[in-house]
Antibody, heavy 123, light 106 residues
Framework: QVQLVQSGAEVRKPGASVKLSCKASGYTFTSFHMHWVRQAPGQGLEWMGIINPSGDSTTYAQKFQGRVTMTSDTSTSTVYMDLSSLRSEDTAVYYC????????????????WGQGTLVTVSS | DIQMTQSPSTLSASVGDRVTITCRASQSISSWLAWYQQKPGKAPKLLIYEASSLQSGVPSRFSGSGSGTEFTLTISSLQPDDFATYYCQQYGSYWTFGQGTKVEVE
């Protein structure tokens, strides 16, 4: 069965960086794009970017360009999301989410999600 | 960027009620719309894709409709497990979520 298992909670000071991981299993890793979505406490969902694990091509939401880097490691079926210059507003749960199997357009909804990783940014 | 606006933000309902949530896109997205359910402390769950297609394993009391800029999610008979927050998502041009609709006990 498809599983996305994310790394554990992180605490960082403002200005620092954080690198999160999302290990995929149960499907062909390179066949589905992966997204990162975040959710601040009590708030809605915010799309951050997408990575194609087959070739590492990426597209980032304009809001995060220059601060986010997404990479993948096909040998371990893991995607990574590195967010730099952290500020308190980056405190959130970060999710990885996979493109859906049922995708009739150039873009797809998300059918499997990781369990989320809480990142707390505080001095 | 395409903006998604959901209404209402909060909805109070009882078990057995018919519930409807609306989502409006700032420009046409054809049928490239999905609905998710999220419970506290959990990841979102895909319910509906392509505006009206039911994701595998999702109960048939959930249905979606609409195209262009106006979409609805309907729960035909609300069940205890359905009290949650619901998000629409457009995937016609990048990806954007609505702000969410919390369905709470009346």
């Amino acid at each position: 069965q498809v599983q996305l298992v994310q790394s554990g909670a992180e605490v960082r000071k403002p200005g620092a960086s954080v690198k999160l991981s999302c290990k995929a299993s149960g499907y062909t890793f390179t066949s589905f794009h992966m997204h990162w979505v975040r959710q601040a406490p009590g708030q809605g969902l915010e799309w951050m970017g997408i990575i194609n694990p087959s070739g590492d091509s990426t597209t980032y939401a304009q809001k995060f360009q220059g601060r986010v880097t997404m990479t993948s490691d096909t040998s371990t079926s893991t995607v990574y999301m590195d967010l730099s210059s952290l500020r308190s507003e980056d405190t959130a749960v970060y999710y990885c989410a996979r493109d859906s199997t049922y995708c009739a357009s150039a873009s797809c909804p998300f059918d499997f999600w990781g369990q989320g990783t809480l990142v707390t940014v505080s001095s | 960027d395409i903006q998604m606006t959901q209404s209402p933000s909060t909805l109070s309902a009882s078990v057995g009620d018919r519930v409807t949530i609306t989502c409006r896109a700032s420009q046409s997205i054809s049928s490239w719309l999905a609905w998710y359910q999220q419970k506290p402390g959990k990841a979102p769950k895909l319910l509906i894709y392509e505006a009206s297609s039911l994701q595998s394993g999702v109960p048939s009391r959930f249905s979606g409709s609409g195209s262009g800029t106006e979409f609805t999610l309907t729960i035909s008979s609300l069940q205890p497990d359905d009290f949650a927050t619901y998000y629409c998502q457009q995937y016609g041009s990048y990806w954007t979520f609505g702000q969410g609709t919390k369905v709470e006990v009346e």
